[in-house]
């Protein structure tokens, strides 16, 4: 089936320590984000790609890591210089940037 | 599963009536918005979209309006049923600058049966 995978579902991870975050489409789709969301917020972007090998940053970018050497994976790294790292990050893509953006189950990250 | 909005605004409706939630934008510049319902511990769910050259789209039971003039958005969800409870946001993209969606805060919608 076609969609967007992330895993693992659950990840915990000790204070001090790089963890990343798995995401792949088979859509074919060229554009990948990344966002994070709190309890009781919306959902905040971290970092988007449009296109293979080229990525920018969104709202709140610090701490965190992307690349994009395949156009199908998009993992995103969360740093020991991010300060509150346990949320539940939520990657999606689309055709194009002008289309809707499609979802996948989400990660929840957990500092312990 | 997880929660997500916690503190969410609430609305709160029986089942077969129709349901309205309300957004609000801030950026002149959005030219496209989109509608998603999250259930708890799940990704969003695109619902319907619309452009910013429409006032008025319609999917099965739902409904978006467009109001440019004052920035605001509204999803009609039509004999709401219990399978609609969750988290509803809405989303909005700028037509250059920034290619991402924005999303807003959410409304979380509660069927009573």
């Known amino acids: 089936d076609g969609g967007i995978t992330q895993s693992p579902k659950y990840l915990f991870r000790k204070e001090g320590q790089n963890v990343t975050l798995s995401c792949e489409q088979n859509l074919n789709h060229d554009a990948m984000y990344w966002y994070r969301q709190d309890p009781g917020q919306g959902l905040r972007l971290i970092y988007y790609s449009q296109i293979v090998n080229d990525f920018q940053k969104g709202d709140i970018a610090e701490g965190y890591s992307v690349s994009r050497e395949k156009k199908e994976s998009f993992p995103l790294t969360v740093t020991s210089a991010q300060k509150n790292p346990t949320a539940f990050y939520l990657c999606?893509?689309?055709?194009?940037?002008?289309?809707?953006?499609?979802f996948g189950q989400g990660t929840r990250l957990t500092v312990v | 599963g997880e929660s997500v909005g916690l503190h969410l605004p609430t609305l709160s409706v029986q089942e077969g009536d129709n349901s309205i939630i309300n957004c609000a934008y801030s950026n002149s510049a959005s030219d496209y918005f989109i509608w998603y319902k999250q259930e708890s511990g799940k990704g969003p769910q695109f619902i319907i979209d619309?452009?910013?050259?429409?006032d008025k789209r319609q999917g099965q039971r739902v409904t978006v309006l467009l109001n440019k003039t004052v920035k605001h958005l509204s999803l009609q969800i039509a004999a709401t049923q219990p399978g609609d409870s969750a988290v509803y946001f809405c989303?909005?993209?700028?037509?250059?600058?920034?290619?991402?969606?924005?999303f807003g805060s959410g409304t979380r919608l509660q069927v009573q049966p």
């Open positions: 619309i452009r910013s050259n429409m």
């Open positions: 999606a893509s689309s055709m194009k940037v002008i289309t809707e953006a499609f």
């Open positions: 989303a909005e993209k700028e037509g250059t600058g920034r290619r991402a969606l924005t």
